[in-house]
């Protein structure tokens, strides 16, 4: 063979494995692009950009998630907010947990979803996954337990302690009856508010309720907005004192707000500043912007972690029509 036709020869076979470099890499892409929806459960809004996207509300920077990952091993409390109904923030946490845990690390659990009455007597560490649901779904009803099933199979692979964070409802409303009258000034002394803060949670009562709470009622789940928020406080702070740190809170996303939630009882009632607050954060259709989930306070969260959202409905629509059901049913 002479040097002309092997440096062809040569000059062919370059070619095509860049053919192939380039074909692989389309081929990989096309596969990512396929893959990436099917990651998450939750089937509205799929394809806003800020979805998959974390955004640290500090530095107001993305974080990678490794840089996320990072920031976990940093505190003592690791509080995880959720929408209750939306199952892809159930595997996140799962995920936090999971990450905790293979950096060494043996977090404590502790959920509001699960009453300290119901969950006094029950052991600390679980061999079945499904047992522990099953048991959670008993004692603690009123929660979607198949949606947590992550976060159960997360503790129980590791091996980890789950503690009950939460007042039972029933225990909830005969301390309220039991309450004195007092002055909201009081009130909101006893819980570190200020008068901003309990008008945040009114207001956030009021919207959740579509403007059909009358003001018995508000005052009735402000303070019991404050109890519990309290009680999951001071069971978190139990677990430090017993060195069993970190500590994972999984919780709705208003009892981790910094501006009323559990953030704010470690931090005034207690003098505890080791804590990371952060929300999963469904997206909304055409908001594009991360900011925009702040509802006029920068640091509601020190993190947002966007997913998916499980529904398109509008929630007061929802809620007028269970009103008129109900109305109908007991006029």
């Known amino acids: 063979m002479t040097l002309n036709n092997i440096n062809k020869l040569m000059h062919s076979q370059k070619y095509l494995l860049t053919v192939l470099i380039w074909l692989l890499f389309v081929f990989q892409n096309s596969v990512t692009a396929k893959q990436e929806p099917e990651g998450w459960q939750s089937p509205f809004f799929q394809?806003?950009?800020?979805?998959?996207?974390?955004?640290?509300?500090?530095?107001?920077?993305?974080?990678?998630?490794?840089?996320?990952?990072?920031?976990?091993?940093?505190?003592?409390?690791?509080?995880?907010?959720?929408?209750?109904?939306?199952?892809?923030?159930?595997?996140?946490?799962?995920?936090?947990?999971?990450?905790?845990?293979?950096?060494?690390?043996?977090?404590?659990?502790?959920?509001?979803?699960?009453?300290?009455?119901?969950?006094?007597?029950?052991?600390?560490?679980?061999?079945?996954?499904?047992?522990?649901?099953?048991?959670?779904?008993?004692?603690?009803?009123?929660w979607s337990w198949e949606l947590y099933a992550p976060i159960l199979e997360s503790v129980v692979h590791h091996q980890l302690e789950l503690h009950a964070g939460n007042i039972s409802s029933d225990k909830l409303h005969r301390w309220s009856n039991d309450q004195p009258e007092e002055t909201i000034q009081n009130v909101l002394r006893e819980y570190s508010y200020t008068q901003d803060n309990f008008t945040k949670l009114e207001k956030i009562i009021i919207d959740s309720h579509c403007g059909h709470a009358n003001q018995g009622f508000i005052n009735f789940m402000s303070r019991a907005q404050m109890q519990?928020?309290?009680?999951?406080?001071?069971?978190?702070?139990?677990?430090?004192?017993?060195?069993?740190?970190?500590?994972?809170?999984?919780?709705?996303?208003?009892?981790?707000?910094?501006?009323?939630?559990?953030?704010?009882?470690?931090?005034?009632?207690?003098?505890?500043?080791?804590?990371?607050?952060?929300?999963?954060?469904?997206?909304?259709?055409?908001?594009?912007?991360?900011?925009?989930?702040?509802?006029?306070?920068?640091?509601?969260?020190?993190?947002?972690?966007?997913?998916?959202?499980?529904?398109?409905?509008?929630?007061?629509?929802?809620?007028?029509?269970?009103?008129?059901?109900?109305r109908m049913k007991h006029p």
């Open 228 to 326: 519990r928020d309290r009680i999951m406080t001071t069971t978190l702070l139990d677990k430090k004192l017993e060195k069993k740190l970190p500590v994972v809170f999984i919780a709705g996303s208003g009892h981790v707000r910094n501006d009323y939630g559990v953030p704010m009882q470690l931090r005034r009632s207690f003098n505890e500043t080791s804590y990371l607050s952060v929300a999963f954060m469904p997206v909304r259709e055409d908001e594009e912007n991360p900011k925009a989930y702040l509802q006029d306070e920068s640091k509601l969260y020190d993190i947002l972690y966007f997913t998916p959202s499980h529904t398109d409905e509008d929630p007061c629509i929802k809620f007028r029509e269970q009103l008129k059901k109900m």
């Open 47 to 142: 394809n806003n950009k800020l979805v998959g996207k974390i955004w640290d509300t500090h530095k107001n920077a993305w974080l990678s998630v490794e840089q996320f990952n990072r920031e976990l091993m940093q505190y003592d409390f690791v509080l995880l907010g959720e929408v209750h109904s939306n199952a892809d923030h159930h595997v996140l946490q799962a995920e936090v947990i999971n990450t905790l845990a293979a950096s060494g690390t043996k977090p404590t659990i502790v959920m509001e979803m699960l009453s300290i009455d119901a969950w006094e007597n029950q052991p600390k560490i679980w061999e079945k996954p499904n047992e522990l649901q099953e048991l959670a779904s008993m004692l603690n009803e009123g």
